[in-house]
């Protein structure tokens, strides 16, 4: 068995990092997969030199990722939430989808993350993260429960 430290950044094979957590353990997971799908279809071989640090990282088969979030909604407490973030290839063929009976889609974050993109039908300056959220399916469900947590220890410090 793995020992994990709390509340620390942990590194490793992320299923066997994941293995290790206890059913329900958390309301909140990011995840920021090492993509390899676009490359792959693109062709564009190994892109090591130009992709620097990110490049030491191994890249992740799409079927490991679905892997990965399906543990991810294993450890999620009900209602809990997985952070995806999201390449465009993954967001324009929904590979969010794969996982649905885990883990539904219940919001879209995109920002201008301020340099352009490479692209052969277009160059955008943005990135994308796909918000999924573990049954039952409850709008606002962290926000009543910090908001709860929040009340009760205010009341016990007067």
């Known amino acids: ?9 942990q590194r490793g ?24 799908a676009v490359l792959d279809q693109l062709r564009y071989g190994n892109e090591g030199a130009r992709q620097r640090g990110r490049a030491q ?22 209602s809990g939430y997985l952070i995806r973030w999201v390449d465009t290839h993954g967001l324009c063929e929904a590979h969010h989808l794969r996982i649905r009976n885990h883990l539904q889609p219940v ?14 039908r277009s160059r955008r300056r943005g990135d994308y993260v796909v918000v999924l959220q573990k049954s039952p399916i409850k709008a606002r469900a962290g926000q009543r429960r ?3 947590s929040s009340t009760r220890t205010s009341s016990r410090s007067v």
Not at 1 to 9: A, E, G
Not at 13 to 36: I, K, M, N, S, Y
């Open 146 to 148: 910090l908001t709860a």
């Open 57 to 78: 990282l191994p890249a992740m088969t799409e079927t490991y990722i679905d892997a990965a979030c399906v543990e991810i909604a294993r450890v999620l407490r009900p």
């Open 13 to 36: 094979d992320a299923l066997e990092l994941l293995r290790a957590l206890p059913d329900g353990c958390t309301p909140l997971v990011f995840f920021d997969p090492q993509h390899r």
């Open 107 to 120: 919001d879209l974050i995109a920002w201008d993350s301020l340099r352009i993109g490479n692209g052969y």
């Open 1 to 9: 068995m793995m020992l994990l430290r709390r509340n620390v950044p």
